[in-house]
């Protein structure tokens, strides 16, 4: 019997030294930061990725450090209380140097306890300050705002939030369709001022062109006018100038005519006849002179 023992002690030392010799030993994959405790108890050192020697009653809890991301759906109401279906995205890491930290106060579940919670708050609180309508507009703004509000949260966890997106906002049926019923209305309204401000236009073009051929006729009709009035002073100039050169001409024939050119011209049509009288006519007697 104590044979027996002997032998299975023999064969169960050996065993529970390389069950122990193994718990010794731990590897942390690359992206990884191995928290070390002992008995529960966090210790003040973590392990970097690689081969490592631990206690054998220590434990090695591998924290991702790598860059994750988490799609979540959320609610939120816009300031005219209109409900909103959310789909938005967060990439997330932890930092290395505080990640023994962060598992030390919060543990693995840090994006449950601490992101997720300031994520939906956020959201919430920047969507409450838009309206409906401007939040299909404002999708990058709001991105950029929930950031920044969930980054200040975060950071001191040593959790870092590299983007957070607004991929898919939805609104009830109801509002969809009467947004859509105002798009159209705009839409036709849009239409309907186009249509009267092309009329509008093509009736001041007109009325535009009826003034330029109103001024063109006016400017041209002037202009015969005052051909004509020129036409009628060169004539008038000719006719006092033909006028003139008719009075000098006679004037001066005039003073060309004297008593001896007179009789000289009258002896030259005198048909050697002499008068049938020689008094004058106030006379009543007449003589015969034949």
């Not at 693995?108 to 969507?127: D, G, H, M, Q």
């Not at 535009?208 to 004539?235: C, N, P």
């Amino acid at each position: 019997m104590k044979k027996t023992v002997k032998i299975l002690i023999a064969a169960i030392v050996p065993l529970v030294l390389v069950i122990l010799a193994a718990t010794c030993f731990t590897t942390v994959p690359t992206g990884y930061t191995g928290i070390v405790t002992t008995l529960g108890k966090v210790e003040g050192y973590t392990f970097d990725a690689g081969f490592h020697i631990k206690g054998p009653f220590q434990k090695v809890i591998k924290m991702d450090n790598r860059t994750q991301k988490a799609v979540e759906e959320l609610q939120a109401f816009s300031s005219d209380i209109q409900q909103v279906d959310i789909s938005i995205a967060v990439n997330y890491s932890i930092d290395q140097s505080t990640a023994e930290k962060l598992y030390k106060t919060v543990g693995e579940e840090y994006y449950s306890k601490i992101l997720y919670p300031r994520l939906l708050e956020n959201t919430k609180a920047v969507f409450s300050k838009y309206t409906a309508e401007k939040l299909i507009a404002f999708r990058e703004t709001l991105s950029s705002e929930i950031t920044n509000l969930v980054v200040e949260d975060v950071s001191s966890f040593g959790i870092t939030v590299e983007a957070i997106s607004v991929q898919d906002i939805d609104f009830t049926d109801a509002f969809t369709n009467a947004v859509e019923a105002k798009q159209v209305a705009q839409q036709n309204k849009l239409t309907a001022q186009t249509q009267q401000d092309q009329l509008t236009m093509e009736a001041q073009q007109e009325a535009q062109r009826q003034v330029i051929k109103a001024q063109a006729d006016a400017e041209q009709a002037k202009i015969a006018a005052e051909a004509d009035l020129e036409v009628t002073k060169i004539q008038a100039d000719a006719a006092e100038y033909a006028g003139r050169k008719e009075a000098a001409k006679n004037e001066a024939i005039a003073k060309s005519i004297t008593k001896e050119l007179v009789n000289y011209y009258y002896i030259q049509q005198w048909d050697g006849k002499l008068p049938a009288t020689v008094l004058g006519d106030s006379a009543n007697l007449l003589f015969n002179m034949d």
